[in-house]
RNA sequence: CGGGGUGUAGCGCAGCUUGGUAGCGCGUUUCGUUCGGGACGAAAAGGUCGCAGGUUCAAAUCCUGUCACCCCGACCA
């Protein structure tokens, strides 16, 4: 997608004009090729419109390709980048960006720029460095904990290197706005962001220092023309735009909201079988969310009812030690993980106020050993703040982590259990007949054979009427509740269940990298810290406030994750470095110096920005250079094929070593026919 | 934060068990021969062996401490 409708910041005289060249003995002479500096004309400055394409010298820029890589390099993305001479490591989770990186960096921030303008919102630049004290407000010194960067400057205060800006947004916004006819406002920047991980791996993906693009709008109302929807909405759409045009192959997928708070948020996930995230998909319905978001569609229940079934043995202790995983106890105990359960326990993080009130809390959510626990599932059943429970709190509390069984909440006051679905059986219907589970003995290295709900629970599992099958369900065992024991649905979704969406549909997994994530933040960081506005009718407002990220450098990465065979990168024509490299096989050779530039300044002119390898070297070594770069399309100028008045053309993606010969005469409308195409 | 591992030339590694002049491959420089998918020959440059202590006549090697980096897990806009 170049060409002269692309108008680009590039500035084209940025090439070529260093005059100290010429008199540099190991370099070619070179003339200016690019008559493109604005030029006074009169009283008039005449500037072109039109873009012209980048020219630049392999021999002239830093693009130091290896044979090997660092042996820590072990992701594609960061193997190939390093031996492509794009990044090299500073420190760890920390890099250079070469010149090659540093343009593909820029194209993505520039087509980030275009539809974020064309969406209707304003670039700015904030600090990095941030006084700590605006963190305190919003809580979020204690919420990134470790993953903040805390540095201390000679007067002993702490200032924060910036993970992220809400509250520093939030805070220029109460100096400047304070009337809803102000808003809304979409203010957002490219920017260096700092956050300590706790273990940066996997090279440009996660990092401890990134480039990103974080956008924040402000509103007065949530519906409506100006209201919140409305710029998340064009948000998505100029997200979709975005990596439409890096020509990323994308998926959109709903997901949490995470620790930043929010009502509603959207992920933009590069699909690679690399990624981290699992995605599950109804292909059918085109509904898509991440592992922790997804719901599950209506299931029946068993057919003879919940906890119901047959004993199929006497309870049976096995002695289990050093299996720390599931899968162990499973291989051990001869059964599969479907037939275990999984009980885990969770605490109330209650306030000073409830604590008081109603004592100490728990949730213990059981599962099937294959599936997982959704604490966001959990956390809306219970309707209570919960978190894993501290291992040494959890066993004061009776409980043998690791070896908890569903008997250990029995009697238990202050503690609500909750049975997936799935594990509040006692009858497999697919088999048509009773089952039993694997248990956790409720002492440390013993579990439990034969378990039965009805018969081995201590207690009625009936009991637990209304099961809530949806979220909401109010209050079990705790707050004054009068169940400790509710059925519903905790667990992630997985490959194969129902799609929500579609009757019929079953859910199928993919592999995604996170690139993108627009929140609907509402009122969370306005509200801590006072932003507000006065309405209509004179009333004051908290503003309404939305939050749009896109990894910039990650998405190069991704990028290479999802592009690349073994010699390199494979670049899309909208984001590559450069889109043409003449490479020249007799540099020296003064009719080749001739008609590389000008096929150069031919291809410049027509937009196409161009690499040409001027390096004297072996055509072996060059060759797996420009393949190293992922360059789109490869021109070769090399003397057989000159003599006869041709070059060749090859294509990055293509597999063959050589290309076509193409006449010296055709070349550029075919690079220029083929970029666009 | 838990478990495991590695620090020796720009990169990849050997040497350490059993202490005795620091090596190999790639890359780099020079010369020659080559020249369409990481050439060949000859010569050369390049390392206070992560750092700090200790043991010893002598430490890359043994001991103690420390720092850095990586992998798995936990964590994770």
Redesign the pocket.
């Known amino acids: 997608m170049i060409g002269a409708a692309d108008a680009s910041r590039y500035s084209p005289d940025a090439t070529m004009t260093n005059d100290a060249e010429s008199s540099h003995p190991q370099r070619q002479p070179q003339s200016l090729f690019l008559p493109s500096r604005p030029m006074a004309t009169g009283s008039q400055i005449v500037i072109s419109n039109v873009r012209r394409g980048a020219v630049a010298r392999w021999s002239s820029s830093l693009i ?12 594609p993305s ?1 193997v190939l980048l390093h ?1 492509g001479g794009f990044i090299r ?1 500073v ?4 890099y250079d960006y070469l010149p090659l990186a540093l343009r593909v960096i820029n194209k993505v921030a520039d087509i980030v720029r275009e539809e974020m303008n064309a969406a209707g919102a304003s670039e700015l630049l904030m600090p990095a460095l941030e006084p700590f004290e605006l963190f305190k407000d919003t809580k979020r010194d204690e ?1 990134y ?1 470790d ?1 903040l960067f805390r540095v201390k400057d000679r007067k002993g205060r702490m200032n924060a290197l910036a ?4 509250e520093v947004i939030t805070d220029l916004m109460i100096g400047c706005v304070n009337s809803y006819k102000q808003l809304p406002l979409n203010l957002y920047q490219v920017q260096t ?1 700092f ?1 300590d ?7 440009l993906l ?1 990092c401890r220092e990134f480039i ?1 693009k ?1 956008a924040y709008s402000f509103h007065a109302t949530l519906e409506g023309p100006g209201g919140l929807n409305d710029t998340y909405d064009a948000m998505y759409r100029a997200y979709t735009n975005i990596f439409t045009r890096c020509q990323l192959d994308f998926s959109a997928v709903e997901a ?6 929010g009502s509603a948020s959207h ?1 933009f996930m590069v699909n690679c079988a690399s990624g ?2 699992t995605i599950l998909k109804c292909l059918k319905s085109g509904y898509a969310a991440n592992v922790e978001k997804c719901d599950v569609g209506p299931r029946p229940g068993p057919s003879k009812g919940y906890f119901a079934g047959e004993a199929t043995g006497t309870l049976e202790e096995h002695h289990t030690p050093n299996l720390p995983g599931i899968d162990d106890v499973a291989k051990f105990m001869k059964v599969k993980p479907e037939n275990m359960l999984k009980t885990i326990v969770f605490k109330v993080q209650s306030s000073a106020e409830d604590l008081a009130k109603y004592g100490e809390e728990w949730v213990v959510a059981v599962v099937r050993g294959d599936h997982d626990v959704n ?1 966001g599932k959990v956390r809306d059943v219970s309707g209570c703040k919960i978190a ?1 429970a501290d291992v040494k709190e959890a066993e004061a509390k009776g409980f043998a982590i690791g070896f908890v069984s569903p008997r250990a909440c029995v009697g238990q006051k202050g503690v609500l259990m909750i049975v997936d679905r799935d594990a509040a059986v006692g009858f497999d219907d697919a088999k048509a007949k009773s089952m039993f589970w694997v248990t956790g003995g409720d002492k440390k290295d013993y579990h439990v054979k034969h378990f039965n709900w009805q018969r081995d629970l201590g207690k009625d599992p009936l009991d637990a009427q209304g099961f809530a099958t949806d979220k909401g369900f109010p209050v079990g065992g705790l707050r004054g509740g009068d169940k400790d024991m509710v059925v519903a649905d905790i667990r992630n979704a997985m490959v194969g269940d129902p799609s929500p969406k579609l009757a019929g549909e079953k859910l199928t997994a993919s592999r995604g990298i ?1 690139v993108g ?1 627009i ?1 609907k ?1 509402g009122t969370k960081y306005s509200e801590a810290m006072g932003l507000q506005i006065l309405d209509e009718k004179q009333q004051k407002q908290t503003v309404i406030m939305g ?1 749009y ?1 896109i ?1 910039v450098s990650r998405t190069m990465a991704a990028c290479v994750e999802m592009s690349h065979d073994e ?2 990168p494979v670049w899309p024509n909208a984001i590559a470095p450069y889109h043409v490299i003449l490479c020249m ?2 540099p020296a050779d003064a009719a080749q110096q001739q008609l590389c530039k000008q096929l150069a300044s031919e291809l410049s002119a027509a937009g196409v920005d161009v690499l040409i390898d001027d390096r ?13 770069t992922g360059i789109p399309i ?1 021109v ?7 003599a006869a008045g041709g ?2 053309f ?1 294509l990055r993606r293509d597999k ?4 076509d ?1 193409v006449a010296v005469a055709d070349v550029v409308a075919k690079c220029v026919a083929t970029l666009n195409s």
């Open positions: 130091p390709t290896t044979r090997e890589a660092p042996k820590d390099a072990e992701v960061h031996r490591p420190g760890a989770g920390i919420a904990g993953n993970p992220t800006h809400e962001k956050r991980e706790a273990r940066p791996r996997a090279g996660r990103m974080d949490e909201s995470g620790p930043i708070g992920e981290e995230d604490e894993l996170e994530h929140f933040l939050c990220g990894g010699n390199g096989l007799q004297d070297d072996r055509p072996g070594p060059k060759f797996k250079d420009a393949d190293l490869r070769t100028l090399a003397d057989k094929a000159l070059v060749e090859k063959t070593g050589k290309g010969i």
